[in-house]
């Protein structure tokens, strides 16, 4: 999978270190979960737990890295979550703080929608935005989605911006 500036493949274990990276960053996770960031033996345990056994039927958080340079700088991908009782699939993304205002969120985030819709079948997505997380508003506007109520996730307080086909 790739766009014009990215390529997309699952995680492999030679990547672990640059996933801790990532939690270890306050400034990449102030708006992921409870916002504090994780020792390497957390981030292993995430690693292990639920990312690598998270790729299914196609779903998953995917690498992200530059085509030019095979650098990564961050993931991105469809994974399933619980809102509310009910079942729904979200575009989630991260990246690595050097790589932020450079679009590179919105070209995966607009793949993965377009994955989502013609691979996957999914007919609904949502992002969950922490209140204050303007840059994650921004991105979901970009994929045509709005704001479609307020909830929690994990007892943190989010709001659900969601796409629909019959909204096209």
């Known amino acids: ?15 672990f270190s640059f996933f801790a990276s990532l939690w270890a960053d306050p400034d990449v996770v102030q708006f992921i979960g409870k916002g ?6 957390e981030a292993r345990k995430s690693f292990d737990e639920w990312l690598i056994p998270g790729y ?6 995917y690498l992200i890295v530059l085509k030019e340079s095979l650098v ?3 993931h991105a991908g469809i994974v399933q ?6 079942k729904e699939y979200e575009i989630g993304y991260w990246l690595a703080k050097e ?3 450079n679009g590179y969120a919105t070209e995966a985030t607009i793949h993965f929608k377009n994955y989502a819709i013609h691979e996957l079948g999914i007919t609904r997505l949502i992002c969950l935005i922490q209140r204050n997380n303007k840059k994650s508003v921004s991105v979901a506007s970009r994929l045509g989605m ?6 929690t996730f994990n007892k943190i307080p989010v709001d659900v911006y969601s796409w629909a086909e019959s909204q096209k």
């Open 81 to 86: 979550q619980m809102i509310d009782g009910k």
């Open 56 to 61: 299914r039927d196609g779903r998953g958080l």
């Open 72 to 74: 990564p700088i961050g």
């Open 146 to 151: 709005t704001l479609q109520k307020e909830s």
């Open 99 to 101: 790589f932020w205002g």
């Open 36 to 41: 504090v960031t994780r020792s390497k033996e």
């Open 1 to 15: 999978m790739q766009t014009e500036r990215l390529k997309f493949r699952p995680y492999t274990t030679e990547d």
